[in-house]
Nanobody
Framework: QVQLVESGGGLVQPGESLTLSCAASSRFFSIYLMGWYRQAPGNQRELVAR???????NYADSVKGRFAIFKDNAKNTVYLQMNSLKPEDTAVYYC?????????WGQGTQVTVSS
């Protein structure tokens, strides 16, 4: 069973920063990639950033240069550092883990960017 527990969402003003974290427990299963997706009202869920176990990462064009994903392998936790937040970053952010038994999702955490 793989469980993902997210934290760190909230309400911030444009230009501010926020860090999301996702702790994974993966007893008996292997995780080979973790990432963050987001879904705004009326929109499809979209990839924000993801990182492999060897540290290779990629980002959506809309967040390049503003967001950074990194992973603490010892804690099996992935972080999303979000800087220079914009109102269009407002969404529910979901942690994702790709495992040997398929994808797993966290419950989602709300990020709202508003003045």
């Amino acid at each position: 069973q793989v469980q993902l527990v997210e934290s760190g969402g909230g309400l911030v003003q444009p230009g501010e920063s926020l860090t999301l974290s996702c702790a994974a427990s993966s007893r008996f299963f292997s995780i080979y990639l973790m990432g963050w997706y987001r879904q705004a009202p009326g929109n499809q869920r979209e990839l924000v950033a993801r990182i492999t176990n060897d540290g290779t990462s990629n980002y959506a064009d809309s967040v390049k240069g503003r967001f950074a994903i990194f992973k603490d392998n010892a804690k099996n936790t992935v972080y999303l550092q979000m800087n220079s937040l914009k109102p269009e970053d407002t969404a529910v952010y979901y942690c994702n883990a790709e495992t040997n038994v398929g994808p797993r999702w966290g419950q989602g955490t709300q990020v709202t960017v508003s003045s």
